[in-house]
C-alpha cells in the first residue's frame, strides 16, 4: 500500500484533506467515497517536505515512547500520522513510513523524505539500528535537537538588540547619505568645491552605494549560489571547503570544538549500546557533520581493523588527536572506555556553550563600534562644511 494526499468536500459542503492508504488511486477515491467525501484531488505523497528542528525532535521523541511501549515501528508511524494527518508533518511521517514497509531501514527513509534530516541525525539513527539501541538513542537524539534549539534561540535574542541597532545605523546613513549629505551641497553652492575631504568621500561613496550598491549585492549572491551548487554536486570540494571551514577566523575554533563534541558524544552512546570499535568509528565521524573528519575516521577504522589500538588510530585525526585521544588512552588502559568517552563529550559540551558566550559577548559591542564610527563619520561629513559656511559667513 501506498500513501496518498487528498483534498474535497465532505457531505455538509466543508472543505477536507488529508491522507490515506491504497494500492491506487481508483482505490484511494473508492475508500473516501465510502467515508462520504467528494474527492477533488487524490495524488501520491512523494512532495519534498522541510520540517524544523523542533517538528524533528518531537517527532524523534514520540517515536521512541512507542517503541518502548512495544509498538513496531510501522505501528509507531500509523499512531503519529493519526495525530497530524493533514499537515506538512503528516506527509514526511507516510512517506518514512512507506519506505520502511518497503524494506528501508529506518534511517535511509528519514533521509530520503525531503532534505530535513542531516547526516549527523542519519549517522546517529543508523548507529542505533546497529546497536539495537533504538529508543534510547532517538531519546538522546531528541535531547541533542532540542539543546541546539534552545543554543539557537538564545543567540537570536541576544542578537536583536545588535540587529536593532545596526538597522538603525543603516537607516540613519541612508538618511544622511542620500538626504543631509546633497542638501548641505546645495546650500553650499558655488563653495561646494572647497568642501573638506570627508565630505567628498563620503559623497563619493554615498553615490556609488546608490547607483552601483546592488552590483556587489549580485556578486555575492551569485558567488554564494555558485558555491552551495558546486558543495552539494561535487563530493571533493564540499570537502575542500569543510576542510577550509577549519581555518576561519571565530568561526573554526567553534566548529573544532562541536566536532569533537559530536564525535565524542556519539562514540559513547554507540559503545554502551554494544557497537563495535570500528563501526563506532565510522560512525562517530559521519556524525561529526564534517565529510573531511568522516573520511578520516573511515580511514583509521580499518587501520583498527587490522589491529591498531583505537587511541593510536585517533591520533592521525586532526583536532580528535588534541585531547580525545588521549582520554581514549586511558579509557583503554582502565577498561573504562565508554565512560571516558562519555566525559570527553560533556567537556566539549561545556566548551561550546563557553565558546558561543564570549562570541556574543564580542559581537555586541563590535557591531555597537562599527555603527556608530560609521555614523560618525557621516555626521562629520555633514558638520564639518556647515561649519565652513559659518566661519566664511563670519568673514
Not at 538588540?161 to 547619505?177: D, E, F, Q, R
Request: with cysteine; aromatic share 8%; charged share 25%.
Amino acid at each position: 500500500m501506498k500513501t496518498y494526499e487528498y483534498s474535497g468536500f465532505s457531505t455538509d459542503g466543508k472543505s477536507v484533506r488529508g491522507l490515506i492508504e491504497a494500492d491506487s488511486i481508483k482505490e484511494a477515491r473508492e475508500k473516501l467515497a465510502a467515508k462520504q467525501v467528494l474527492a477533488e484531488k487524490v495524488a501520491l505523497s512523494e512532495r519534498a517536505v522541510r520540517l524544523n528542528t523542533a517538528d524533528r525532535s518531537s517527532i524523534y521523541r514520540e517515536l521512541s515512547e512507542l517503541l518502548s511501549a512495544g509498538l513496531p515501528v510501522d505501528k509507531a508511524f500509523d499512531t503519529m500520522i493519526k495525530a497530524s494527518e493533514a499537515s506538512s508533518r503528516g506527509v514526511f511521517l507516510s512517506q518514512v513510513r512507506d519506505s520502511v514497509r518497503e524494506g528501508a531501514r529506518l534511517s535511509a527513509a528519514l533521509g530520503s523524505a525531503g532534505n530535513s534530516v542531516g547526516r549527523f541525525e542519519q549517522a546517529m539513527i543508523e548507529s542505533a539500528e546497529k546497536s539495537a539501541a533504538m529508543e534510547l538513542m532517538l531519546a538522546r537524539l531528541a535531547d541533542f535537537l532540542e539543546e541546539r534549539e534552545q543554543l539557537k534561540e538564545k543567540i537570536q535574542t541576544a542578537l536583536i538588540y545588535p540587529a536593532l541597532i545596526l538597522t538603525v545605523g543603516i537607516c540613519a546613513a541612508i538618511m544622511m547619505l542620500g538626504i543631509l549629505i546633497p542638501r548641505t551641497i546645495d546650500a553650499l553652492g558655488s563653495e561646494a568645491s572647497s568642501l573638506p575631504k570627508l565630505t567628498l568621500f563620503m559623497m563619493a561613496f554615498g553615490s556609488f552605494i546608490f547607483r552601483w550598491g546592488w552590483v556587489p549585492l549580485g556578486i555575492i549572491a551569485a558567488g554564494l549560489a555558485y558555491l552551495v551548487f558546486r558543495i552539494r554536486g561535487d563530493d571533493d570540494f564540499a570537502e575542500k571547503c569543510d576542510r577550509a571551514a577549519f581555518r576561519l577566523p571565530l568561526y573554526g575554533k567553534g566548529y573544532r570544538i562541536l566536532v569533537c563534541q559530536r564525535f565524542s558524544k556519539t562514540m559513547a552512546l554507540l559503545l554502551e549500546g554494544g557497537v563495535s570499535v570500528i563501526d563506532a568509528v565510522i560512525l562517530s565521524g559521519r556524525a561529526t557533520g564534517s565529510r573531511w573528519i568522516a573520511r578520516l575516521c573511515a580511514e583509521q577504522a580499518e587501520g583498527i581493523r587490522h589491529g591498531a589500538k583505537l587511541s593510536e588510530a585517533m591520533k592521525n585525526v586532526p583536532f580528535i588527536a588534541d585531547v580525545i585521544a588521549e582520554w581514549l588512552a586511558v579509557g583503554e588502559a582502565a577498561g573504562g572506555l565508554e565512560r571516558m568517552t562519555a566525559r570527553a563529550g560533556d567537556r566539549y559540551t561545556r566548551m561550546w556553550e563557553n565558546y558561543i558566550t564570549r562570541s556574543l559577548g564580542m559581537l555586541e559591542p563590535a557591531i555597537l563600534i562599527f555603527v556608530g564610527g560609521f555614523v560618525l563619520l557621516v555626521a562629520l561629513s555633514v558638520l564639518l562644511p556647515v561649519i565652513q559656511l559659518g566661519k566664511m559667513a563670519g568673514q
